[in-house]
C-alpha cells in the first residue's frame, strides 16, 4: 500500500509529489509520457517563475527546478504509464489501474492526487463550420509539432481566440518564419493576459481584431482560406460584416477545460464554475483521501500558482495518508455571486490555520470590490482599481476569522 | 398521370422544360431558374412511374462543381486485367467486392479517394435499419430486410462491433396512436420482426430521457447499430485477404464499350481490361452509367448533417429514439433520431437538404440548430455543449427513390449496384449476394465461365484488438507479449500504439491519420486528436517510411515542412 499516488508528472504533479514526499509519505507518480513536465516541456518561451523564483524562465527550466528536487527523494516514479481507472475501496484507500508498456499497474493507495492538467476547447466546440480539411489545429497540438517536432502548421496562419496559448504561438510561428494575418477575438475584450497582448502581437505588428470571428472554412484538400465576421454583442457573427482571408491554417486557442475523466466514476461533486471538482483549500475533493491539484482542478494563469496549490495538495494527501479515517471536521462552504467566473476553493476546512483564495473576474472591471461575509458580517474586503478576466487575483485569510456555523458569501 | 400532363406541369414550374420517353425512360430538359426547381421536375417526372428519370434540366443560381479527381497521374495500372472491375469503394463495393473475392475470379477495386468508405460511407448514423419505414414494393425493401439478418453473422465472421440495441419509434400526438395497427400491418408486409407498442407509462421507464408527454412507442428490435467505417473496412480486409486488388486514389474517367460489352476502364493511373464491371460509384453513379451509354437514372445528391455529444451523455438511451415520421412525410428521410453508437457515443440526426454538389460534405451551424431543436422535442436533456463534432455527407438518391440493383441493358457485362442512399448499410452485404450472382450469370453467358466459390475462401477476420475493453488479465498478457499494446497515444479513446500498428499493418493499410483514425477510434474522442495526432503522424511516417511532412489527414497534408533550421 502505497500512501500517496499522484497522477501526472507535470507542474501539480510534480509539486504535490514533492512536498508529499518531504513530509514523509511513500509517493508514487504515474505520467502517461515518455518524460517529466507535462505540457511545459513543449513551452519554451519564457515568464514562468517570477512569483516563485524571482526570475523569468522557460518552461522546461520551470520543470527542471522540480524534476531536480524529486530525482533527489525517494518517489517511485512511473513514466510511459497511463491511469485509466481510479476506485474507491471500502476500507476507504484507492485502486488505480495503469497501463504501461511493462503491464498493467495496478495498485493500492491510502490518497491519490490528481494532477492531470487541462485540455483545449476544439473548433467544434466553438461551433466552426465549413469544409473539413487539413489545417485546422489546437494551439496547443501547434505549440507540441513546432516546439518539439520542429514542424510547421503552414506559412500563413490565422488564429482564433486569444487565449495565452495562441498569442504565444502567433509569436512563435512568426519567429520561424511564417505570417500570422491576425488573431481574431469573438469577444470585445482579450483573453489572454495583458502582457501576453503586448510581448507576443503589438512586438510583432501582428493585429488583433476584437468583436470578430471565424465563420467559416473553405478548402479542398488542405484549408485554403477562412471567413470571418464581426459579432454583435451576444457574440453571434453579423454576417453582412463576412469577408474571406486566405490562410493555409487555423489555429484554435478558445479556452481551456480542466481534465476530470479519471474522476468520473467516482462519486466526486464538480464545481459548475471551474469545470474542475469541488476541493477544498487543501485541495480534497468530496470524496475523502482525494485531491485534485493543478490546472486538472481549475484553469490558472500562471504555473507558479499551480506549484504553490500542489504543494499544499500534496502536504494535505500525506497528512491524510499518516491519519488515515480523519474525515474534515468542520467545513464551511463558499458561495459565490456578482461578476465572479469562479473562486476557489469553493469549501473551507476549518482544520487548518489558513485559507488561499485564487478568483477570477467574469467580465473586465475597474474600481470594484471583493467581499467574503458571513451571516451579514464582513471578514474580508479588498478593493481592486482594474479587473480583467485573464488574470487570477489570489489572496490568503485565516481561518480563526471564520464561523463556523455559516457559509461564506463571496461576491464582486 | 401521362406524359402530356407531366409536360403541362413541368411547363407551369418552368416554362419549357420538355419531357419525352426513351428506351422506357423518362428524360427531362429545358433551364430552369433555380435548382430547387430542377429537383421538383424531377420528382414530378417520376410520378410517371417509368423505368427511372434521367433530369437534364439546368439551372441558372447554382453551377455543380465538377468531381473532384485525385492528384495522381501515372500509368501504374495501363494494361492491367481484371475479371471484375468494381467502381467505388463505399460500403456496397466493398460488400461486392467480398462476395466476389470468394469466388475464382480477379478483382479489382477502384476508388477515387484515399481509403474506403470515405463519403456516405462513414458519413451515416450507423443503424441496421429495420425497414419497417419502407414501401413494401420496392427494391430497398427487399435487400434491406435481407441485410439486416445478415449483420449478426456478419459481425461475428468479420470481427466487427455490431449491437442490435431495437429502436423506438416515439409517439407524439394521441392521435398517432391509430397508427399503432398500420404499423403492424407494414411490418407484417416488410417482414420485420417483433414489432411491438409500447405504452406511455412503459416507455417512461425503459427510456427515461424520452420527454414524458410523449404518448408511447413502436419498439422494433431487430434495429441495429455498427460503425459503419469500420464494417466497410472489415469487408475490404476480407476481400484483400481474398487476394482482391484495391487502388485508391484511382478515379474513372471513361468506359470503352464494344460489341455491347465494356472492354476497358479508362483511370489517371492507365487503362484497364475489364470482363465485366460493377458501378458502384455513389454519387456518381449515373455518371457511371452514362460512361456506358446507359442512362436510365439521375442521382439527385442530398446532404445530411449529424453531430456526435461526449460519452458522457451516452446514458441518454442505449438504443435508438426516433420520432414518428408523419410530421417529415414529405422529407426523404427517416427522419432521424437519437442513436447511441457502437462506440457508446450518442449521435443525432440526420436532416435532409437537396443540394447539386454531389461532395459537398460542409457543415453549417443551422444545420445544427435545426436538429438539435427537432430532437430535443423528444429527448428534452440533449445539451449543445455536449457536442464533440459535426460532419455532413451527400446521399446518391435517383427520382424513384429506390436502389438501382441490376445488370445493364446496354452493356452485358455491366451490373448497377446505383442509387443507393439510406437503408444502403444496411442493405449492401444483400445487394452484394445479387451483384455477385449477376456477375456468376455474366461469366456463364457471356464467357461460358463457370464461377463458383473457392473452397479455399477466406470467410472470416480477426477482429482487431481494443485494449480499452479488454478483461484486465487478457490485457495484461497482451502488453507483455507486446508492450506498444501497453503505450496509450489517445487519452480520449485509450487507444495504444499497438492498436494503431495493427490498423497499419493490415491486409489493407491505408496510411492518413484519417483513415487510421476511422479503424481504431484515436483522434475520435473529445478532444478531436489535439493531444494525439502529432504521435498518431509519427507512427504512420515509421509504419509507412517516409517522412513525417508528407503525412496527410484527409487529403491535405498535416504539417506544411520544418521550422527554420537552426545554426549550430
Redesign the interface.
Known sequence: MIDVLVIGGGPGGLAAAVSASKAGASVMLLDREHALGGILKQCIHDGFGLQRFHKQLSGPSYAQAFIDEILLLPVDIRLDCFVFEVSCLEDGSFRVLASSRDGIIDVNALAVVSATGCRERTARQVSIHGDRVSGVFNAGCIQNLVNLHGYMPGQRCAILGSGDIGLIMARRLTLEGAEVVGVFEAKKTPSGLERNIHQCLDDFGIPLHLGCTVTRTIGHRRLEAVEVADTDDAMNPILSTSRIVSVDSLIVSVGLIPEVELLKNLPVKMDSRTHGPVIDQKGMTSVPGLFCCGNSSLVYDLVDYVSLASETAGQSAAKWAKNRGLARKTEIQVHPSGPLLFISPSLIDMDSSSVRFFFRASEELEGRTLTLCQNGHEIFKRTYSVLRPPQMETFEIRTELLDPDHAVEASL | MNLSALNRKLDAISPGIHAFIDDGAVHIEGQCSSYDDVVRCGILAARLHSRGVVNDCTCADVKEEPM?LPETQDLSLDGRSFDVVVIGAGVVGCAIAMELSHRNLSVAVLEKEYDVAVRASSRNDGMIHPGIDLHPGQRKTYFNCRGNRMYTDLSQRLGFKFIRNGSYVVFDRWWNLLTVPFFHLRAAMCHVDGVRYVTHRKLGRLQTSVASWQKGAMFLPSSGIVEPYQATVAFAENAADNKASFFFDTAVLDLICTDGLVSQVITNRGTIHALSVVNAAGVYSDRIAALANDRFFTIHPRKGTEMILDK?AGSITESVIAKVPFSDVKQHTKGGGVVRTASGNILVGPDAHETIQRED?????QS?TDILAKHKATVPSLDK?Q?????SGTRACTYEEDFVVERSTKAGNLVHAAGIQSPGLTAAPAIAVEVASDIDNIFSDIYKRSIKVRSDAILTRKAPHV??EMP?EQ??EL??SN??Y???VC??E?V?RGEIIEVLRSSLPVYNIDAVKRRCRCGMG??????C??SVA?IIAEEAHCS??SV?????????????ETSR
Open positions: 473532384r458522457d460534405d460542409s457543415t453549417s451551424s445544427i455543449r457536442i464533440i463534432t459535426y460532419f485494449v480499452s484486465l490485457r495484461d502488453i507483455r508492450p506498444d501497453g503505450q496509450i487519452r480520449c485509450q495504444s473529445r478532444c478531436q486528436g489535439s493531444f495526432s502529432p509519427g513525417f511532412e496527410c489527414k484527409g487529403l491535405g497534408v498535416f504539417v506544411k515542412g520544418k521550422v527554420k
